[in-house]
């Protein structure tokens, strides 16, 4: 097993410092980095799990804490285990903060963690790969737009609200998009109905973007997070064995 190492790091952008986490295989080498974009219990031990076990797999992994603008992370008092009586009043919080994080300053944002990664020693020249989970899948979808000559691949898990009605919708910049993306949909999902899952891939099809769509039998909104009640293991190794295989044939 490769040996890893984390730190904690800052990233300048135009609006501030976000607070982010960086992991890297401990060998003195480049490697090809991935933005990891978190789920919207933000930033916490669970996720820096995740970036240590895709650094192990030979890639330099950051996972920004997006709501910075809120405070460094932990932006909310959470729990070690997230059940679903505690997930009301934990919603009450994290919720306008999500809101708060639209589309103009997170690609604000997205350009700069790209930028930062660029200049580290730890990142390898070349493409980057994305990988984002419940809103982070949104925002994998609108990095891989609005940098197209910089991201090769991009994954989103368990994401919501990726083909509403609304004019911002992430799905309507798919004719931007030139890198392969990957989807793994909870099929028990009330933030993804299926006509959205259906207007996704009308969108990535007719703009001629490589993705897959997969659906998971009997997987929950959330089920790659093992800090709370939604954790699916056997779905959770399902993604782990979609995402690996589109990184290492794009970067």
């Not at 933000?42 to 405070?71: C, I, S, W």
């Not at 300053?105 to 930062?116: E, H, K, N, V």
Request: charged share 20%; with cysteine; glycine share 8%.
């Amino acid at each position: 097993m490769t040996t890893t190492r984390g730190t904690s790091v800052e990233i300048p952008t135009p609006d501030g410092t976000a607070d982010a986490y960086l992991a890297s295989p401990d060998d003195n080498s480049p490697h090809p980095a991935v933005l990891f974009y978190m789920d919207a219990f933000g930033l916490r031990p669970h996720l820096k799990k995740m970036a240590d076990r895709l650094a192990e797999a030979g890639y330099t992994v950051l996972v920004p804490n997006l709501f910075y603008r809120h405070g460094p992370a932990p932006v909310f008092d959470l729990p070690d285990f997230i059940d679903p009586q505690e997930r009301p009043n934990l919603w009450e919080q994290i919720a306008p903060v999500m809101q708060s994080l639209t589309p103009e300053p997170a690609i604000r944002d997205a350009g700069a963690y790209l930028d930062w990664l660029a200049g580290r020693p730890e990142a390898a020249d070349g493409p980057v790969g994305i990988t984002g989970y419940c809103m982070g899948a949104r925002l994998a979808l609108r990095t891989a737009a609005a940098h197209p000559e910089r991201v090769a691949a991009a994954a989103g898990f368990h994401g919501g609200g990726l083909a509403t009605d609304d004019p911002d919708s992430p799905h309507l910049l798919a004719d931007r998009v030139t890198a392969e993306l990957y989807f793994g949909h909870a099929d028990q999902d009330h933030s993804l109905p299926p006509e959205q899952i259906e207007r996704l891939d009308k969108a990535l099809t007719e703009a001629g973007v490589r993705h897959r769509t997969e659906v998971y039998s009997g997987a929950l909104h959330g089920y790659t997070q093992a800090d709370t009640a939604m954790y699916d293991a056997e779905a959770t190794e399902r993604h782990w064995t979609a995402l690996l295989s589109l990184l290492s044939r794009s970067l």
